[in-house]
């Protein structure tokens, strides 16, 4: 039954793989889109993560002291 499991799992990121990198009519593939934007993305991440530890070290400045 394991064999079974791992087959599927493999099918299955084969055609995952397969869909990412098909180029479109256009001449471009999904990965393709991914890889330009991947700036943007990273942007949008770091802003997340300041925004993030912001608050968490907010919150503790907030919160007494327990001694």
């Known amino acids: 039954m394991g064999l079974l499991k791992y087959a599927v799992l493999g099918t299955a990121v084969a055609f995952g ?9 256009d001449g471009t593939s999904i990965m393709d889109d991914l890889t330009n934007r991947s700036p943007e993305f990273m942007d949008k991440a770091k802003e997340f993560v300041n925004q993030t530890v912001d608050q968490l070290s907010n919150n503790l400045k907030q919160q ?3 001694s």
């Open 17 to 25: 793989i397969k869909q990412l990198t098909k180029k479109r009519s």
């Open 64 to 66: 007494p002291s327990q």
